[in-house]
């Protein structure tokens, strides 16, 4: 059992939409759940919606709300020029706490609408609320509809499946849900890691991009810039650039955002060395990674995203004693990891030499089509 607060399956369900591109969210509740998630979700494009239930409702039922709410949701899509489909309206239906738990029939508006305004009307139901154990579970829901309806393949459904549970077991047992309460650490090792990048000199870097979708727009942004540091002050040190942006994997918003991140690389004429997958395999890529590093056999590794996903203890305790670099002072393998959340900071200490964390990282990637600064990757610029 948890006790810090963790991300709501309710908030995993929409996100999960909003990759799948939905034109609108309702969620069918009272106007205030999951207010920030909604709020968050606008500013990348979704339209959110509520069914603003009360307490009336909560004894006698809203469905005649909902059905509603989906006739004007669909009329402001049409009169604002904010469908993403010629021929269709795709809109998700998100269940709460308030209407699942007085068992609230979603699914029913499926056979309730079909066509308006001279379009294919498709819903996707997701029956699920906040007191699932697992934030993943809202994600899986909405993949469980989709298959149902087709939106998805039964081949891309299983993989997703496996992908969200991999990602909830790396939480449990390497990240913010391995103990019942973690102390949020707002301080990290900002000033040691840039103390150690002035001082490399003639070594070997790798600079491992590992992060999670759309979040991949902030945690790039450091491995970038020390890119370009080490060009432009002519350090000499050998940098190896592995990023998980496989662009034909996954749903149609992770391909494209692996897309744009890929053309800054190339921008800013950086060698990518490996790719390891795509955005949303993050929890199941250390073997890929781990393998590519022991083939560098570098001196210092920045892993960007979710560090704590890559096993990299595997790497340093087979290699620490072995590493021969005359210009690494310690002669063993430095680490650092870079995140986000406050209570990521522990974890990533406890697998990692340092530990930076970038606060707020998801807020400030959503809407996004570029690298956006980090907090280290713009310390770095100056330098």
Known sequence: MILHPRPSPIAASMYQLRDIVV????????????????????????????????????????????????????????????????????????GTCASMIIGEDIFSTIDDFKEKNGKEIILIPVDIHSGLNDNTVGAIRVMETCKMLGI????????????????????????????????????????????????SENLKIACVLNAKKETAYIFANPLIEINKYNIKNNKNNKIYNIVNLDNTIGLNKVKNDATNILKEYELNNINIDYISGGLDEYAVLSDKVINKLKEINPDIIFVSGVPHAIFIEQLTELNNNNNTNKNNKNNKIITIGISDGPRTYGPIKELYNYGIIELDAHSKVLGKNKVVKSRLGEIISYL
């Open 152 to 199: 998805i393949s039964n081949e891309e459904f299983n993989r997703q499946k496996y992908l969200l549970e991999k990602a909830t077991e790396i939480e449990k047992t390497r990240g913010m849900a391995k103990e019942k309460y973690i102390k949020p650490n707002y301080d990290d090792d900002l000033d040691g890691v840039i103390k150690l990048l002035k001082n």
């Open 23 to 94: 034109d609108a969210i309702i969620l069918h509740g009272p106007s205030g759940c999951c207010f920030r998630t909604a709020r968050l979700l606008e500013t990348d494009g979704v339209s959110v919606f509520t069914t603003a239930m009360n307490d009336n409702d909560f004894i006698f039922g809203a469905l005649d709300k909902l059905n509603n709410t989906i006739n004007e949701v669909i009329d402001y899509l049409e009169n604002n020029k904010k469908t993403k489909y010629n021929e269709k309206y795709i809109i998700g239906i998100v």
